[in-house]
């Protein structure tokens, strides 16, 4: 199982824990990491990109992410999770699939960007129900802003958000932004788990 970076005392608890961030690590070294210049969704620029389908659209890459993101997640009282499509749509099949593998119900939705053109024409895609409480998660985070959006939506839809969740945060001011909103961010690898340094203030 992975242990989140956020803590960093779990990177001690046990060899498994070591060797399971070290294969999901290596994928994406090996399928996800490509280095030049590039334009992020948040519109900045960066020397180096993290395409993260390249991992959730892999099969060992999907059963790493998404029991690493149960593990993270324990202990917080949540009832389903969910995320902007298409990015958290692979993430939340994965999650889904796990949890039901341990024997744990757990729902899903999806966010859409626009609502649906015909039938309920909302947003919110799935069996939540308002007055649930829920986790948003997606695959890289730079600066929030596509799970923001995923927030206000499923909050205007009548949702309680405890907690957001990543792959991989690029700690590029995510954090600080999901902060602002009361919400706290976990997140399975950062950066520096690939000898990048985040930059400066």
């Not at 199982?1 to 090996?30: A, H, T, Y």
């Not at 695959?139 to 929030?144: E, I, Q, R």
């Not at 309680?160 to 932004?177: L, Y």
Request: with cysteine; charged share 20%.
């Amino acid at each position: 199982m992975i242990s989140s970076l956020s803590d960093p005392k779990s990177r001690l608890c046990g060899n498994s824990i070591v060797k399971e961030r070290g294969k999901l690590i290596d994928l994406f070294r090996q399928r996800a990491l490509k280095f030049g210049e590039f334009t992020l969704a948040s519109g900045k620029k960066a020397s180096y990109y993290l395409d993260g389908k390249q991992i959730t659209l892999h099969s060992e890459g999907l059963k790493l992410v998404s029991e690493g993101l149960l593990e993270i997640l324990a202990g917080v009282d949540f009832q389903a999770i969910g995320g902007m499509s298409i990015g958290a749509d692979p993430i939340i099949g994965g999650v889904l699939a796990a949890a039901g593998a341990q024997g744990r119900e757990l729902l899903g939705f999806l966010v859409r960007k626009e609502p649906k053109g015909h039938g309920t024409q909302r947003y919110i895609e799935g069996p939540v129900q308002p007055g649930m409480k829920v986790v948003i998660v997606d695959d890289v985070v730079t600066t929030g802003g596509s799970s923001l959006l995923a927030i206000d939506r499923i909050q205007e839809f009548g949702c309680d958000v405890v907690q957001v969740v990543a792959i991989v945060d690029r700690m590029e001011g995510g954090a600080a932004n999901f902060a602002a909103r009361n919400l706290p961010l976990k997140s399975l690898l950062t950066i520096q788990d690939f000898g990048i340094s985040p930059p400066g203030p």
